[in-house]
C-alpha cells in the first residue's frame, strides 16, 4: 500500500483486473440458489446522471452482498435505445439516430464502468438492434393471430412537434412527456394490445405483491379503476338504436335529466345532422379537438357541452331527455356516455345548473326532504327512492339490485363491471423505434410478415425529415412489399411500436441474450426468473411496471413462462436533490459556476451576489445538477458511492451535500490509515478466530466490536439500511483508534489480521476497489468479490461488563456498571447502593425494584 490514498489508480487497476478474469461472469448454476437483481435499464443520453450513479450503487451493494452470502447472481445492464429523444437529437444536431444512440451508448457504458459496477457485461443488449427487436416482432405477429393485437381507428393523443401518438399515461396535465408542448385530439387508425383482457388479474396480483411498495400498488389499483354498476339502455326518439350508458348507481336511474356523450362518440354528429343544433355542435367539437382529453383533465375543467337537438327515452320512466355532448366523458371509459343525475351527482349538478336543466330529486335521504329548488349541492348519501316509478319506497341500496334485475328482464340493461384501463395503443408515427411486422393488402387485407422474413429491419441509412416526422411512409424501398399470401403488390406498415414495448420483457431476454433461436432460452429463464429485487423510480408505476406485468401474462399465456408476476420485490428510490443558485443577470447557475469560497457566494461569470434557493430535484433546467464526472475526477468511484448510500436511506430522497462527499473521502482515509497502521504486522499473522477469553484488554475489545459489527452489518444490508451499515462500520473505525490515543492499542497481530480483512468484507460491496486494494496488501488471494461475508460468533459478541440505568420513580438518578453476568439480586443490591439513587430515596418506603435484565432498574418508593 502506498502511504497516501490514490482512487483514480487503484480503481482503474482493479477494474481491468476484475474484467480480465471474467469476475462477474454469471451462468446457470443448479447447486446454488440464485439471485437476479436488477435495476431499471437507462436511455442512451450520452451522460449519466446523479439519479443514475445513486440507482445503480444501491443495486450494486445488494448484488455485491448476495454474491458474498453465497447467491448466484445475475446482475446485467443493457440500454432502452429506441424512442423520440434520439429524433429530436439527431434533427437538432444534423446526425442520424443511429450514429447518436449508438455513440451515446459507447460513452454511457465507459461511465458505468468507471464506477465499479458488478454488471455482466457478457450480457449487454440494446433494444434497437434487430438481434433483439425481432423476437418483439414475433410476439407481436403471435399475439396478433391469438386476437391480442388489433388495429382501429379513433381519437388519440396527437403531439405535433413529436409527430406522434401518445397513450393516456404519456400526458401529463394536457402536455407531452416528452417535449413538454400540448397536445391534441386526432383520429388515426392506430394498433392496440388487449391488456384489458387482463384487467382483473392485474387488480387481483395488487394484493399478491408483498414485496412492493404500498404507494405502487395504490397507483396501479387506481389506474386499473374497477367500478361496478349497471349498463343502461336509453332509447332515442325517431331513430331505432338507443344510447349504452354505464353507471354505479342505478338507483337514480329515475333522476337522469339529460345524457351527455363523450364529443368523440359516433352518434354526436348523427344526432345533429339536420336540425338547427348542427353548427353548434360542429364548432364545440372544434373546440374539444383542441383540448386535453384525458381522465386527469377533465376532473379540473370547467363542465361544458352543446345540445345535439335529440332526445333519449328513460327506459325505466318512460320520460324524455336531452342529449347533449360534454366535455366531462371519456369515449374510453365505459361506453362513453353518460346519464345525467344532476341531484346525486355534483359533475352533473353543476352542469344541469350552467345550462338550466333539471334536478329532480330521487332519494331523500332520513330526517329531512331534499327541494329541487333550493338545493345548493347534489346529495350522494344513502337514503329513500322517491319519484321513482314502483321502486319509490325502497332503500337505495337495495334498489340497485333491484333496478339492475328489472332492466335485464326488460332486456333493456343488465348488471356490469367497468375499469379505468383502456387497451394499449401502441402506434407510433415516428422512425426510431421497432417496425410493426404487417402488411396491408387490397385483396387480402392485414396479413402478417412470415416469421422467416424477420426481423423486419428499420433502415438505418433512412434521412430524417425536418418536422420530425417519419420518413418510412415516403421511403418506397420500405414500404413497397408483396402480400405474403396472393404476391400482389401491397403496403408495409409504417408505424413503429412504443417504446414501452421493448422495456416490458427486457428482463426475460437478459436470461439468454445471445439465444438466436427463440425469444429467449426457456431453461435459463426457469432457472432465473422472476427477478428477485428490482429498482427503479416511481414515476414508472402506470407505465413500464404495469406494463411489464401485462407482458409476462400474455407470455404466460402463450406458454413460454411458467409465472404471472415479474418482479417479486421491488425498490422505489428516491430523487437526489440539490438547492438552487440564481444570479439575477444570468439566471440558474450549475454549482460550478458559483464561488462559494467568500462570505456572500457570487457569480463566477459577473461576480454579483447569488442566491441560494430552495432544495429541488436535480434538473438541467434548474442547473441545480452535479456532474458525477467531475466527482469521479476529484474523488474517484467509491468515495462517490459512499456518499450515495451513506447520506440517506435508499427510498428517501437524498439532499447533495459537498460537505458530505468531502466527509466520505476522509473517513476512507481513515480507514487507509487504520490498514497502514497494522499493514506490516497483519500481513504476517492468521486472523484470530480463538476464544474471546483468551484475549486481554484492548485485543478484546477489538475482537467482540469487530463481531458485533459484522452482525449489525449484515442485519442492516439485508433490510436495505445501507446508511445504518456504513455508520456501524465507522463506529468500529472510531473505537479502534480511540482506543490507541488511549494506549490501548491492539498487540495480537491475529486480532490486527480478522479486524481488517472484516473491514475490507463488509465494505467491499460499498467501496470495492479500495478493499480490494487493502486486502491485497495484506496478501489476500483473489478477487474480493468471490469471498465468503464474515460470520459472527455468537460467543464472541459476549460483553464482559455492561452499563446499567438506574431510575427512582421512572427518572434517571445513576448509571452503574456490572459484570455481564450478574444475577438480578446482584443487579438489584449495585442499584440501591447507587449513590445518585440513595439521595432521592432517602426517608421514603422502598415499595418496589423492577429489574430490565441488562438495561435498567427502576426503585418505586412511596
Same mark, same amino acid.
Not at 459507447?106 to 434487430?130: H, I, N, V
Not at 387481483?204 to 367500478?227: A, F, H
Not at 449495585?830 to 427502576?858: D, H, P, T
Given at each position: ?21 471474467? &469476475? ?48 448466484? %447472481? ?186 351527455? +356523450? ?53 327506459? &325505466? ?227 413500464? +411496471? ?114 458530505? %462527499? ?18 506490516? %504486522? ?19 475489545? &477489538? ?160
Amino acid at each position: 500500500m502506498s502511504d497516501t490514498y490514490n482512487p483514480l489508480e487503484i480503481e482503474e487497476k482493479w477494474q481491468k483486473s476484475w474484467d480480465s478474469d471474467g &469476475v462477474f461472469q454469471v451462468h446457470e448454476d443448479r447447486e446454488k440458489p440464485k439471485y437476479y437483481l436488477l435495476e431499471m435499464f437507462p436511455y442512451p443520453s450520452g451522460k449519466i446522471h446523479m439519479g443514475h450513479v445513486r440507482n445503480y450503487t444501491i443495486g450494486d451493494v445488494v448484488a455485491r452482498y448476495k454474491r458474498m452470502r453465497g447467491f448466484n %447472481v445475475l446482475h446485467p445492464m443493457g440500454w432502452d435505445a429506441f424512442g423520440m429523444p434520439a429524433e429530436n437529437a439527431a434533427i437538432q444536431n444534423n446526425t442520424h439516430p443511429a450514429a447518436w444512440t449508438y455513440e451515446n451508448i459507447d460513452s454511457m457504458r465507459k461511465q458505468l464502468k468507471r464506477l465499479g459496477f458488478s454488471y455482466d457485461w457478457d450480457r449487454e443488449l440494446a433494444t434497437c438492434t434487430p438481434e433483439y427487436y425481432r423476437w418483439e416482432q414475433w410476439l407481436f405477429i403471435r399475439m396478433f393471430e391469438k386476437g391480442m393485437v388489433y388495429r382501429k381507428e379513433s381519437f388519440v393523443n396527437f403531439c405535433d412537434p413529436c409527430q406522434t401518438v401518445l397513450a393516456n399515461e404519456q400526458v401529463e396535465d394536457g402536455a407531452c412527456w416528452r417535449c413538454g408542448r400540448e397536445v391534441r385530439q386526432k383520429k388515426l387508425w392506430q394498433w392496440y394490445f388487449r391488456i384489458t383482457d387482463y384487467a382483473q388479474d392485474l387488480l387481483d396480483y395488487c394484493d399478491r405483491l408483498p414485496g412492493w411498495p404500498e404507494k405502487v400498488t395504490t397507483m396501479q389499483k387506481n389506474w386499473i379503476g374497477k367500478s361496478t354498476g349497471a349498463r343502461i339502455r336509453f332509447g332515442i326518439e325517431g331513430r331505432e338504436d338507443g344510447i349504452d350508458v354505464f353507471t354505479t348507481r342505478p338507483d337514480t336511474v329515475c333522476g337522469a335529466s339529460f345524457v351527455c +356523450l363523450a364529443p368523440e362518440h359516433p352518434l354526436v354528429t348523427a344526432l345533429a345532422a339536420g336540425n338547427t343544433q348542427a353548427p353548434e355542435v360542429e364548432a364545440f367539437l372544434g373546440k374539444m379537438a383542441r383540448q386535453e382529453r384525458t381522465a386527469k383533465a377533465i376532473e379540473t375543467a370547467e363542465k361544458e357541452g352543446v345540445f345535439t337537438g335529440s332526445y333519449a327515452i328513460n327506459p &325505466v320512466s318512460g320520460g324524455s331527455v336531452p342529449i347533449y355532448a360534454g366535455n366531462f366523458v371519456l369515449m374510453e371509459y365505459g361506453t362513453g356516455a353518460v346519464m345525467g343525475v344532476p341531484a346525486h351527482d355534483q359533475r352533473d349538478f353543476d352542469f344541469a345548473a350552467r345550462y338550466g336543466l333539471p334536478r329532480p330529486v330521487v332519494v331523500q335521504p332520513a330526517g329531512e326532504k331534499l327541494d329541487e329548488a333550493t338545493m345548493q349541492e347534489a346529495w350522494t348519501g344513502p337514503g329513500t327512492l322517491v319519484n321513482s316509478e314502483s321502486f319509490s319506497g325502497m332503500d337505495n341500496v337495495a334498489a340497485q339490485t333491484a333496478i339492475a334485475d328489472w332492466l335485464q328482464a326488460k332486456n333493456a340493461g343488465e348488471k356490469a363491471e367497468r375499469f379505468r384501463l383502456r387497451d394499449w395503443g401502441i402506434s407510433r408515427q415516428r422512425y426510431w423505434g421497432t417496425p410493426i411486422p404487417m402488411i396491408h393488402c387490397d385483396t387480402c387485407g392485414i396479413v402478417p410478415v412470415p416469421e422467416e422474413d424477420l426481423p423486419v429491419r428499420l433502415p438505418e441509412d433512412a434521412g430524417l425529415l425536418a418536422n420530425g416526422g417519419s420518413p418510412l411512409g415516403s421511403l418506397a424501398s420500405f414500404y413497397e412489399v408483396t402480400c405474403p399470401k396472393c404476391g400482389k403488390k401491397a403496403r408495409r406498415d409504417t408505424d413503429t411500436m412504443d417504446t414501452f414495448v421493448e422495456s416490458s420483457w427486457y428482463f426475460l431476454r437478459y436470461c439468454s441474450p445471445k439465444e438466436e433461436r427463440a425469444i429467449f432460452n426457456r431453461e435459463a429463464v426457469a432457472y432465473w426468473m422472476p427477478v428477485d429485487q428490482y429498482i427503479g423510480g416511481v414515476e414508472h408505476a402506470v407505465m413500464h +411496471l404495469l406494463y411489464s406485468r401485462y407482458f409476462t401474462r400474455v407470455l404466460e399465456a402463450e406458454g413460454l413462462v411458467d409465472f404471472k408476476e415479474p418482479f417479486t420485490n421491488l425498490l422505489t428510490q428516491g430523487m437526489v436533490c440539490k438547492e438552487t443558485t440564481t444570479c439575477k443577470e444570468h439566471g440558474f447557475l450549475y454549482p460550478e459556476e458559483v464561488d462559494f469560497s467568500k462570505d456572500t457566494p457570487i457569480c463566477t461569470k459577473c461576480g454579483n451576489p447569488v442566491s441560494i434557493g430552495r432544495v429541488e430535484k436535480m434538473s438541467k433546467s434548474k442547473r441545480n445538477v452535479v456532474d458525477p464526472t467531475l466527482l469521479l475526477d476529484r474523488y474517484g468511484a467509491d468515495t462517490t458511492r459512499l456518499f450515495c448510500l451513506f447520506a440517506a436511506p435508499p427510498e428517501r430522497d437524498l439532499e447533495w451535500s459537498d460537505t458530505g %462527499v468531502e466527509g466520505s473521502f476522509r473517513f476512507l482515509n481513515r480507514v487507509w490509515r487504520l490498514a497502514l497502521r497494522y499493514q506490516d %504486522v497483519a500481513r504476517k499473522a492468521v486472523a484470530y478466530n480463538g476464544e474471546l477469553a483468551a484475549l486481554s484488554g484492548g485485543d478484546r475489545d &477489538v475482537f467482540r466490536k469487530t463481531h458485533q459489527t459484522i452482525k449489525k452489518v449484515a442485519e442492516d444490508v439485508d433490510r436495505f439500511h445501507f446508511n445504518t451499515a456504513i455508520s456501524a462500520v465507522m463506529e468500529l473505525v472510531n473505537a479502534v483508534f480511540a482506543a490507541g490515543e488511549k494506549g490501548e492499542d491492539i498487540q495480537h497481530a491475529g486480532v490486527a489480521r480478522h479486524l481488517i480483512e472484516s473491514i475490507c468484507l463488509m465494505l467491499s460491496p460499498v467501496v470495492p476497489h479500495f478493499t480490494q486494494e487493502i486486502w491485497a496488501a495484506l496478501g489476500g488471494e483473489g478477487a474480493l468479490p468471490e469471498k465468503a461475508w464474515p460470520r459472527w460468533r455468537e460467543d464472541a459478541l459476549q460483553e464482559d461488563s455492561i452499563l446499567v440505568v438506574v431510575q427512582v420513580n421512572g427518572k434517571l438518578r445513576d448509571r452503574v456498571t456490572l459484570p455481564a453476568d450478574a444475577d438480578e439480586e446482584s443487579i438489584k443490591a449495585a442499584a440501591l447502593a447507587a449513590e445518585g439513587a440513595v439521595r432521592f430515596m432517602e426517608g421514603k418506603e422502598v415499595k418496589k425494584v423492577i429489574v430490565v435484565k441488562g438495561k435498567l432498574v427502576n426503585i418505586v418508593v412511596g
